[in-house]
């Protein structure tokens, strides 16, 4: 995972590498990989940048099946990856996302996602939150406050169930509910334990501004997610 997250950060226009859920099955190593780019980036241009993360991987790893979800991203991008690499170098910290900080008054306000065992209490999970913001507010003496969001991580077994046509129906007439999708593509949806891994393949309009279609495509995330309680959903939008 160190691998593709160096690939993914060492590629022209992403910003920061968010969460990468890697599983094999076979020969074959499947990613579900989050990037951060510019939040006026134009959607071709999101596309194009998703293309070239996917075709670096592909250098390094022939067998990759690889599917990218991008953000925007309207911050400071150096003192965001500061914040991304010291709180990943916290203990317990799967995966770091949605980082965000601003400056008032010469303090540092920051924000960010912070991905831990979904099998911890609460208790444990609070006291690698505190860690974090300790060493934030350490490493960048500034820091006036930070905010942590804390979600469970899943680690995705190598062989998984492939799910029924039944489950595939109920998220396509979700999806017929936005006008917006032109077209919809591949919908794999594999079954572990008690959580479904659910990969959509959608399109829309290339002139669609890359905040749009991700405020569409987090919308969709949820609306999927009432209807399938426990479920991991990775929603990957091309241009049409």
Do not use: C
């Not at 134009?42 to 250098?59: L, M, P, W």
């Not at 949605?98 to 920051?110: C, D, L, R, V, W």
């Not at 006036?144 to 396509?172: A, C, Q, Y």
């Not at 919809?184 to 279609?213: A, C, H, P, Q, Y």
């Amino acid at each position: 995972m160190k691998q593709v997250r160096q690939i993914v950060s060492n590629t022209e226009g992403v910003i920061e590498p968010g969460p990468i859920l890697m599983r094999k099955s076979g020969d074959t190593i499947f990613a579900d990989i989050t990037i951060s780019l510019r939040g006026d980036a134009s959607f071709d241009k999101a596309h194009e940048i998703s293309h070239n993360v996917e075709t670096n991987i592909r250098n390094s790893l022939p067998n990759a099946a690889v599917t990218i979800h991008f953000e925007p991203n309207w911050e400071e991008v150096p003192r965001n990856s500061k914040i991304n690499e010291i709180a990943i170098s916290v203990e317990g910290v799967k995966e770091v996302h949605n980082i965000s900080s601003y400056t008032s008054e010469g303090k540092i306000y920051a924000s960010l996602h912070v991905m831990v065992d979904r099998e911890i209490n609460l208790d444990s999970a609070h006291k690698i939150s505190e860690m974090i913001e300790d060493k934030i507010q350490n490493d960048i003496p500034q820091t006036e406050h930070v905010t942590i969001h804390l979600e469970p991580h899943v680690s995705i077994p190598e062989n998984l169930k492939v799910e029924g046509k039944k489950t595939e129906e109920r998220i396509k007439s979700i999806l017929n509910e936005y006008e917006e999708i032109k077209k919809i593509g591949r919908i794999v949806i594999l079954n572990f334990k008690d959580m479904l891994k659910i990969d959509i393949d959608v399109s829309f309009d290339k002139t669609l501004s890359i905040e749009r279609v991700h405020d569409l495509t987090s919308q969709i995330e949820i609306k999927i997610h009432t209807h399938l309680k426990n479920s991991i959903i990775t929603i990957h939008p091309e241009p049409i």
